[in-house]
């Protein structure tokens, strides 16, 4: 029953309890106040309260109590009393007050700020300052309340300090708006632009209308575009005698590009250049925006009306050039929309067109059609090259989930041999000494093609792609691209490790390569370094060698993080949990050694001062720990996380399994309490886990008792779900009481009993 009690505590909201503490905390404070000595200490301790609670920035029930006990002591000070304790609060104290009440988004609390902007100056007699200002409307907006902050930056001149508002304060205003912090009409936001800023002292720029040209399109997302509207916001502009501005255009024009309606994008921005007839534009100029406007075309009306708005342009001279065909075919999708344009514009499409229109198409997932695509510009008599031939290879070769295909790594082998055939290595004699050679660099294979292929068989299962990756190397001397590219180096020594007859070998292959790892590399190949197996014995890492890559990696340069803890004792922990099954082929023979192995990680990372353990770290100690039996070290692992505060949810779920899987009622218990008294608010996992850590302790009725009672009871985000069913209708079953339990969970749980699905809900 007391164990009950304490995790209702658990479940209890911090905030009552804070409250309540608050209350007692500043009462104490203010009991004796007879005499000024003993008002000024008090109002000085009101002060160190209040700090201390806004400056740890969750203690928001603290600042309420001390606020208004503040102010109440504050106004109950006679002027001599005001010298002696002036000096206590700055500007950056009450800023700090504000955005720890304006980060909460309750109404009480935006409430008090309303009165602190108020009391800043009148009752404590502190000038409004810019910094004050920003935490005000910070406060606003990220409440909501549009018209209070529009209200304060209209009045800002005539309160203390008469700073009037910054152009950064109006658009941090009108920017909230836009992103949807606050919610107005355009009406409104424009009535701001052309009546509120100026009457405050601030000009509208180009900068100021880009808020309400988004604005504008956001209100339109759902009607019919009216060009009128945006030659109105043109006017305004011109009337307000505001320069042209480039991105003015792009973004009127992209604004009805992305609406669904470019051509009137066109003819606004033909107005918004028509207000400026004294501006000259290049020619590069004018084809740099007549391409923009022909890819959005394209984009949201398709090739055929991009090539129709084209003859248009014509008119005003614009021309087919290899520029016009790229902009296009950006949003091309097949090899029959090239050869429509190709006729259209009459110009050939060059390697670089087709090798746009394959991107596409391997963006969209079917890379049948990108080869077939290949094969059209190889018909067409397009020279292959690596921009060409890369997009597929990537796509083939792409390892997101799965090892890509054997078939698939096999078809991106055999473009990577077209396109090497295609630029054979060239070897001039001429101009060298002594008979020496030179290679000339070609538009061949380059590094991010032989790094895609290496990965691809890096990753692949299959043993014989050793000698593919091994001719790729040979490839790679040969045509003089350098293995210092970190991705390459980091598959390759991957590759050869796994491949290596024996430890030493592996170990070899990676001192040969290892000059140009960085520090993404470096966890890569320790991870594929802790796995490698050459016989039953070395399941277990060899830690000197492990430990001498990461001295290597530390020499490097590179920053020591606790991941490479983590990666070697996760491996640790997996051998651990397959050596516990019953049908592991693996010899109880090395559990001793997984232990000592997991106690020297243990020792280097006490002894390593580069890093400072973090709690994802200490939690996969802990779990190693408890795979492995060592329930005792778990602990000592969990006391010394919950000492240090450096535990999570995570690691409470650890800790609890552990108690469940050694049978330790003392120490699962220890932890609750523990938790309890700290308001510690589990969470989903954490409440299944306590309930299985209940039934694997033979408490199975207390397990019913907390899943129907009290789990999720104080919490709006918790409650028992199918997972806590199965846990509780498996540990059931094996004694006998599913019919009991299930009736209990149907009485109490009628929710969950409803979804629960058939295989749980037999009785």
């Known amino acids: 029953m007391y164990l009950r009690v304490s995790l209702r505590r658990i479940g209890r909201t911090a905030y009552e309890f804070h409250t309540a503490r608050s209350a007692n905390h500043v009462r104490n404070i203010a009991i004796s106040r007879p005499t000024p000595e003993n008002r000024t200490q008090n109002f000085r301790a009101l002060v160190k309260s209040l700090k201390a609670a806004a400056y740890a920035k969750n203690d928001i029930a603290e600042i309420h109590a001390s606020y208004k006990a503040l102010v109440k002591a504050r106004n109950n000070q006679s002027p001599t009393e005001d010298d002696t304790s002036s000096p206590t609060l700055t500007p950056d104290d009450f800023i700090t007050v504000i955005d720890s009440l304006g980060s909460s988004k309750r109404p009480a609390d935006v409430s008090i700020i309303s009165g602190i902007a108020d009391d800043i100056s009148t009752v404590f007699g502190i000038q409004l300052t810019t910094g004050i200002h920003d935490a005000l409307l910070r406060a606003f907006v990220r409440n909501g309340h549009i018209q209070a902050a529009c209200n304060w930056l209209q009045t800002m001149s005539r309160k203390s300090g008469n700073l009037k508002p910054s152009r950064d304060q109006w658009h941090f205003f009108l920017e909230n708006i836009e992103n949807g912090t606050l919610t107005e009409s355009f009406k409104y936001v424009r009535n701001i632009v052309k009546v509120h800023m100026p009457a405050s002292g601030c000009k509208p720029t180009n900068e100021t209308y880009k808020f309400l040209i988004r604005a504008r399109c956001e209100s339109l997302k759902s009607s019919h575009l009216h060009t009128l509207v945006f030659k109105t916001l043109v006017d305004d502009m011109k009337s307000d005698g505001l320069p042209y501005d480039s991105s003015v255009a792009a973004l009127l024009h992209s604004c009805c590009a992305e609406l ?25 100029q004018k084809e740099q925006q007549w391409n923009e406007w022909l890819s959005s075309i394209a984009r949201v009306s398709g090739i055929k009306a991009a ?11 614009c021309t087919a050039s290899s520029s016009t065909l790229k902009a296009i075919i950006q949003h091309a999708r097949s090899s029959k929309d090239i050869i429509f344009l190709e006729r259209e514009l009459n110009l050939p499409a060059t390697a670089s067109h087709w090798s746009i229109l394959i991107t596409n198409i391997c963006r969209s997932g079917n890379t049948a059609a990108a080869i077939a695509t ?16 890369g997009p597929i290879i990537r796509a083939l070769c792409q390892s997101t989930f799965l090892p890509p295909t054997d078939q698939a790594v096999d078809q991106a082998l055999a473009i990577y041999r077209e396109l090497a055939e ?17 290679v000339r660099h070609s538009h061949g294979p380059d590094t991010q ?14 043993t014989e792609h050793f000698s593919k990756a091994v001719g790729l190397l040979n490839d790679m001397q040969s045509r003089g691209i350098s293995l210092e590219d970190s991705i390459v180096i980091t598959s390759t020594i991957v590759l050869l490790m796994r491949n290596s007859r024996n430890l030493d070998q592996a170990f070899n292959f990676y001192r040969q390569l290892c000059g140009g790892l960085d520090a993404k590399g470096y966890a890569i190949v320790l991870n594929a370094f802790c ?7 070395d399941h277990v890492p060899s830690l000197p060698r492990y430990f001498q890559i990461v001295s290597d990696m530390r020499h490097a340069g590179h920053k020591m993080t606790p991941e490479v803890y983590t990666i070697l004792l996760r491996q640790l922990a997996i051998v651990g949990t397959r050596l516990q099954r019953p049908d592991s082929p693996l010899p109880l023979e090395i559990l001793p050694r997984l232990v000592t192995a997991v106690r020297r990680v243990h020792d280097h990372i006490t002894l390593d001062a580069s890093i400072s353990p973090d709690a994802h770290l200490l939690n996969q100690l802990m779990d190693t720990y408890q795979r492995l039996g ?31 899987h050694a049978g330790s009622w003392k120490v699962a218990k220890q932890v609750c309490l523990q938790l309890s008294r700290d308001n510690f608010l589990f969470n989903q996992h954490n409440w299944n886990t306590w309930i299985e850590c209940l039934c694997r302790l033979g408490m199975l009725n207390e397990a019913v008792k907390i899943a ?4 999720g009871k104080t919490q709006e985000d918790i409650a028992p779900d199918s997972d806590t069913a199965r846990v509780l209708m498996s540990f059931a079953r094996k004694s006998g009481q599913q019919l009991e339990v299930a009736s209990r969970i149907e009485r109490y749980l009628p929710e969950l009993w409803a979804k629960l699905p058939d295989d749980l809900r037999t009785k």
């Open 374 to 389: 290949y094969n059209d510009a190889k018909s067409a008599g397009v020279a292959i090259d690596a921009a060409l031939v």
């Open 708 to 711: 129907c009672l009290e789990m």
């Open 422 to 438: 295609a630029s054979p290595i060239q070897v001039e004699d001429a101009g060298t000494q002594d008979g020496e050679t030179s």
């Open 260 to 284: 669904g309606f470019p051509r009137q994008g066109v003819e606004i921005v033909q107005y918004y250049l028509a207000s400026f007839p004294d501006m000259s534009f290049s020619v590069e």
């Open 630 to 660: 060592c329930f005792g070290d778990a602990c000592r692992v969990w006391e010394m996380m919950y000492l240090s505060g450096r535990f999570d949810h995570v690691g409470v779920s650890i800790i609890l399994d552990a108690c469940g």
């Open 307 to 317: 090539v129709r708005f084209f003859r248009e342009l014509e008119k005003d001279g």
């Open 449 to 462: 093609i032989y790094s895609t292929l290496l990965r691809a068989l890096a990753v692949s299962p299959n």
């Open 531 to 537: 796995k490698l197996s050459f016989n039953p014995q």
